[in-house]
């Protein structure tokens, strides 16, 4: 719908998403202001305020509708400590390959010619996330290989995929639908209420396990050493056991309450799972209708990590793979709170505008033989014009 648009309108033009008015940009140098990662940048809300996100309590907690910056920074300065350490980094490579090494061993003994990958690389990305922030495992993957022969299932797996993707829906609907059409007796309201409940539900399930890691860490010694997972440090920031040091500020000198840090730990699996597990399947479609790709990615696998399919990998071997790093890169909402100047027109406070990534990637203003998957110009040596490639935003909301 919305290429439609662009070829039909050119690089801006404006969308309605529900009762709120968009600009979309479409054209590298458009977004100059908004990919700015300057804390000066006035482009700091992903979206106005907005009633329908009000109501489900997401527009002053977290870091993705969060309009409080200062409370927005606080955490998105956590984010970045924790996630970006190279321990948080080996952890997960390590993780990720014990996970893959279930799913082929599901593989083996199902012994199908065909393979639903969709709801595999789901479980996947599930389990990783899940790993990362809480160093727990749910046994997601081993749960969706038990509904295909049929042994025992963890009503918590399920009850937290079913929960995380019902609450995008939840988030999709009450951002979009106006608050008379959502409260409209009859099949609306229904829809509303089920959403609704189906958010509750999930608040529930994560604030009981905030409160479980909470009693083993206070029922703990003071001298045992802790986990360094996600959500251990959420929990012990500002007490005597912080270990994130170096994020705390005059605002923030508290330790967070469970609803916050239940608001946080949503955040990660809807925003972490399915954005994740869809990537993938992109990557693995376009490695498998790509031969010639595909031959080169297995040769820069076996020349880094050879033929062992159990070598353990390291950092330094992801480091070393450019070409599969050229593969990712190739298949691969914003408001300002003063008045902006952008392509020679001027637009008032709250305006919303909307980065149309897709059109960017593909314009042929930015690059050769933009609709060609062409890995090899992501090598050394090719010059990407500024903001023409982004895989995770940019700006100061950029994905941590």
Known sequence: WMQELHAKFGDMFEVYLGPNRAV???????????????????????????????????????????????????IRRFYSKILMTPQSRQKIIEFSQTSFAEIEKYWKEIDEPIVDLTEWIKRFALE????????????????????LKPNSQSPFTEQLIGGVLMFVHALHFYSLAPTFWRNKPGQNKAISNMLFGAKKSLDSLLLEMVKKRRDQIENSDVEEELSQDFLTQ???????????????????????????????????????????????????????????????????????????????????????????????????????????????????????FLINQQAIHLHPKDWEDPDKFKPERF?????????????FGGGTRICP
Not at 35 to 64: A, Q, Y
Not at 258 to 278: M, Y
Not at 282 to 288: D, G, K, R, S, T
Not at 379 to 391: P, Q, R, V, Y
């Open 24 to 74: 979309a940009l479409c054209r590298s140098d458009l977004v100059e202001k908004l990919m700015n990662s300057s804390t000066t940048n006035t482009f700091r809300l992903r979206t106005p305020i907005n009633d329908g996100c009000k109501t489900l309590g997401v527009m002053d907690k977290g870091i993705i509708f969060n309009y409080i910056y200062d409370d927005w920074n606080y």
């Open 128 to 147: 990783n996330i899940m790993c990362l922030a809480t160093n727990m495992r749910v046994n997601s993957i081993a749960n969706y290989y038990n509904s």
């Open 234 to 352: 959420l929990l012990t920031i500002n007490t005597k056991r912080d270990v994130s040091k170096g994020i705390s500020d005059e605002k923030h000198k508290s330790p967070m309450s469970d609803e916050e840090i239940k608001a946080i730990i949503t955040e990660i699996f809807t925003g972490g799972v399915f954005t994740t597990s869809n990537n993938m399947l992109y990557m693995i479609y376009y490695v498998a209708k790509y031969p010639e790709v595909q031959q080169k990615v297995v040769q820069e696998i076996e020349s880094i990590l050879g033929k062992d399919l159990n070598k353990e990998i390291t950092l330094k071997d992801i480091d070393n793979l450019k070409y599969c790093e050229a593969v990712i890169n190739e298949v691969n909402l914003r408001a300002s709170d003063k008045h902006q100047t952008i392509g020679s027109y001027t637009f008032a406070p709250n305006t919303q």
């Open 379 to 391: 090598l050394d040596g090719e010059t990407i014009n500024k903001n023409a490639f982004s895989m």
